[in-house]
């Protein structure tokens, strides 16, 4: 009798484990993912849905700059679906290798899952380089249950994309999920800002905090290259903003930020009269922990950012200054001396909350 009853629920066990199952020969079903509802550009109306900003249209970026802005960082699409699994084929146009960045970071893509109310991590992943440019089908998830699920693909943040379509089993629902993030919140900003160094799509600080609060944050992130010049103030200056964060003091020198400072300001404001400009304190840099000539030039950096500020805002109205903070107390978020870890980045958009959002709250925005 015994025997039996272990028969039964063995029977029963694989039962169910066949139901959770996607089929070996799944056939896919294949969406471009900017017909569902791409989120985070801070311009809507590029060429290429995947491009941050339109490199004919706006002229003056170098080489290296008109690349960043063309890379999907900070982008991700919305979609709800009752598939049991869920593929990626993407088109590149352009495919990065980062010396401190993960392949999965920079060519793939991270994919959450609203469960409980909260988006929920499930998984991410990339193709070989070699497998990427052939455009091979991507499998993310599989055996999932069949209900509907709200799901979030974040895309590549240093590569550029011709097309990325989402794959679920035929016979599927895939639709487009209406945004639950709430108004438009740009951000400019260097390499961490981008994103450099992070292990996956979707945790730069900007993208943590932007799951954190469900405000839409919009990143205009580009490594190296945040230094204030007037033709990023131009697209700025066109972005349809409630509100604009600046992690504008960590590419630039202390005499750069002291030159280019109330000029991106004023051209900004004339654009965007009554709106909070935001500007980040840089963080501490590990790299300066020995180095006395980097020590200096973290210190005159950090100084400059916090004196020019404090004259502006005496000045200025709607400009504000917040510190930062990307250090644990035992110095060990850093990647390579430069750029934190994923924790680092938690505890930068976990610093910057609390304050962001009180002077967010005075425009109406929360």
Known sequence: MTKL??????????????????????????????ELNLIGKILEDTPNPYHRVDTVRYKGFTEKENLQVRCPAGLAVLFKTNSTTISVKADYAYLAEHNSTMSVATRGFGLYIKKDGKW????????????????KELVMLRDMDDNMKECMLYLPIYSEL???????????????????FRHRIGIFGSSYTHGISTSRPGMSYPSQFMRNTGLQILNLGCSGNCKMQPY?????????????????????????????????????????????????????????????SKDADERAKQEAGARMLKEIMKKYDHVYFIQTNATSPDHETSVDGTHPNDYGYTLWAKSIEKPLLKILKKYGIK
Not at 165 to 171: D, H, P, S, W
């Open 5 to 34: 009853i272990l028969t039964v629920l063995l029977a029963v066990l694989v039962s169910f484990s066949a139901v959770a199952q996607t089929p070996k020969d799944v056939k896919y079903f294949y969406t471009e993912a900017s």
């Open 162 to 180: 011709n097309s990325v379509k989402i794959g679920v089993e035929e016979g599927a629902v895939i639709e487009s999920l209406e945004s639950p």
């Open 120 to 135: 929920l991590y499930a998984y991410s992943r990339c193709n070989s380089m070699s497998d990427a440019k052939k455009g």
């Open 232 to 292: 990023f103030a131009d697209v700025l200056c066109d972005a349809k903003v409630d509100a604009l964060i600046f992690d504008a003091f960590s590419n630039p020198d202390a005499k750069m930020i002291e030159e280019r400072i109330i000029p991106f300001i004023e051209k900004i404001q004339a654009a965007h009269p009554g709106i909070p400009l935001i500007f980040q304190q840089t963080i501490y840099r590990e790299s300066r922990n020995f180095c006395k």
